[in-house]
Structures are given as structure tokens and as C-alpha cells.
């Protein structure tokens, strides 16, 4: 393992650089305001009249049309959404100067060859782990979100160190930053999605939910038990590893807990999730995603109106409206 922190950064690397941000979004204003904080020269590339553009200009930044923006720049940090950058790319391509550094948040349009940079380009990436909004509290806060760091090319014979000086410059090296690969990052950062943070996680709720309304069960005693009190589990979690988990629950729950989570979450979901992680790793996801999206997205809008129509969310919905602290706690971490 490979982790940078504070003095390993060459503060050289991007002295003098222009940096330009493409896209104003959560991680494209994180990264911005923290360059333009650490004394970096930044520009926002987003469209005119519209919204980013008048946010950023509002944030004091200084904003250009993206092609623009890319003109002369050093580095360039593509932060639009990933279903976007490949044609975004080919706007700004033209504009992009010779050993100018390319960077991304994640690899899915580098390492599934959507976008292939000429030669002469370093290719890095820097993906803080936390949203945006955490990175520029964290930074504001004199903390900083761990990175990952990752090299796909390397024109100059400084893209290493560029990228290092980028994620210091947005505070990345005050947490941490871990050295990857734009396959391990992608292919890690999709399975995760897939099979626990996001599929994994919602689909077990929803059918623990289920199962205890079927058996008889008041849906709102059900949607407390499954849904609502997984928050304190997480945080736990998240805080501690397994051990502060264990530390916290009753010893009734921790007896549930190694009898009964190993028979829910069994060698045959361990043996799908595998199966989930050759469909990433063989790029069938991905085909099938882009495909979806050349398409019109329209599987994907029924899967997704399906999902938010279930009826854990509409006893969801009833019941935390009568939990103010649950709003109070989201402005509470709404961007500064």
C-alpha cells in the first residue's frame, strides 16, 4: 500500500499552473473553491447563463465557456457526470494543449476506452471518498477527505506528481491519499455501488420490509425495524468497524447477528456478487449502461419509478414527516 500524505507533495508540481474545472456540481465546486483557497489559479468551465455559471460567478470564481476554459490550462479536471464526459470531451479536445494534465473523479470513461486522449496528454485521477459537499466541509474545517491517486499516462514524467498536488490542493493529503489504478478504482467503485452500498444495501431492507408486512406486521413498525433504525448501525460502522458495532448493540442483538446474518448473506449471494464483479470486470456492465443511455434510458426509467413507488416509501414518507430533525440534520449538512 502506497499512501501520500501532506509531505510527500512536490508544491512545484502545480506552481504557476492554470487549473481549470470542468463542471459545478457537488465535486466540481468542492475542488474549485479548495484549489481556488489553496492559492491556485482556477477557472470554471461550464455553460453560459446557466445555472453553474451563476453559481460559480456568485462563489467569486472566475468563469469561461469550457472550451474556453481549457485554453492555455495546465490541468483540466473533467467533473461533468460520466454519462456526459465522452461527448463533452470532444468539445474541449481540440482546445487542450500539449502536456497539459487531463484528471478525473473516476475512471468508468478512461478505462472502458470511452475517452482515448492523445499521447502527448498526462491522464491522472483523483477520487476523494465522500461526496463534494464533505470534501469542502472537511476542507473548510482544516481536515481533509481521504483520495485515491491513479496514473493512466504519463506524457510529461510528472503526472504523478501533478495529481499529488492537485489532491493536496483540495485537501485530499490531510486524510490521506491511496495509489490505485483507474481499473481497480472503477471496477471497486461499480461492484460496491452494485452489490453493497447501493443494490446490495436497499434490496435487502426492502425485502426484510416485505417480509414482515406479508407475516402480518404493521408496515410502520416495519419500516422502523428495517429501514429507519439502519442509520444507527451504520454510524457505528463507519465510526468503528465491526467492533464498535458489537460494543454498541445488546448481546441479544450480537447472538441475532452471528447466528442469523451469515444465513440471509450466504455462500449463494456471495457466489452472485462474484458473478455482479465479472460483469463489471469483463465490461458488460458498462456496455450495457452506455447502451441504456444511447437508447433513451427507458429501462431504466421503469426500474426506477418501480423502485420509488414501493410501498416502504410511501409509509417512509408519512413517517418522516413527523421527524423534523431528520430536515434539520440535512441543512445541517448542506453545503457552506
Known sequence: MKLYSQKDVDRR????????????????????????????????????????WKKAKKDGLRVAEPAAAVEGADLIAI???????KEFYKGIRKSLKPGAA?????????HFRQIKPSKDLDVVLIAPKGPGDLVRRQYAQGRGVPCLLAVHQDASGKAHARALAYAHGIGGTRG????????????????????????????????????????GYQPEVAYYECLHELKLIVDLLHEGGLAKMHQFISETAKYGDLTRGPRIVNERVK?????????????RFARQWIRENAQGRGTYQKLLNEDTNRQIEKVGATLRARMPWLQEESRKGARP
Not at 467533473?79 to 464526459?85: E, F, K, M, R, Y
Not at 487531463?102 to 478512461?110: D, K, R, S, T, V
Open 13 to 52: 508540481a502545480l506552481k504557476g499552473a492554470r487549473v481549470a474545472i470542468l463542471g459545478y456540481g457537488s465535486q466540481g465546486r468542492a475542488h474549485a473553491l479548495n484549489l481556488k483557497d489553496s492559492g491556485h489559479d482556477v477557472v470554471v468551465g461550464v455553460r453560459k447563463g446557466g445555472a453553474s
Open 79 to 85: 467533473l461533468v457526470p460520466d454519462t456526459a464526459q
Open 102 to 110: 487531463l484528471l478525473f473523479a473516476h475512471g468508468f470513461n478512461i
Open 176 to 215: 490521506g491519499v491511496l495509489e490505485t489504478t483507474f481499473a481497480e478504482e472503477t471496477e471497486t467503485d461499480l461492484f460496491g455501488e452494485q452489490a453493497v452500498l447501493c443494490g446490495g444495501t436497499t434490496e435487502l431492507v426492502v425485502k426484510g420490509f416485505e417480509t414482515l408486512v406479508e407475516a
Open 271 to 283: 457466489n452472485e456478487m462474484r458473478k455482479v464483479l465479472k460483469e463489471v470486470q469483463s465490461g
